[in-house]
């Protein structure tokens, strides 16, 4: 799967995200939007990562899906 498919169906995607980053709340989704910066950002806020391990987990989780 490709980041353009979340995109495209972010509504269906949201409770995947939030079943990995519990900590994501559905006011923080509702600001990604889909898109990919704000997410990173966003684990970056509610976990404390730095940006390569949150690129990183976002990689990992799209490997899955």
């Not at 900590?23 to 976990?47: C, I, P, S």
Request: glycine content about 10%; overall charge negative; aromatic content about 10%.
């Amino acid at each position: 799967m490709n980041w353009n498919q979340i995109e495209g169906n972010w509504e269906q995607f949201k409770g995947k995200l939030q079943q990995q980053w519990g900590k994501l709340t559905n006011d923080d989704l509702d600001v990604v939007r889909g898109n990919r910066k704000e997410l990173a950002g966003k684990l970056q806020e509610r976990y404390g990562k730095a940006q390569e391990d949150a690129e990183r987990e976002i990689d990992d989780w799209l490997a899955r899906h």
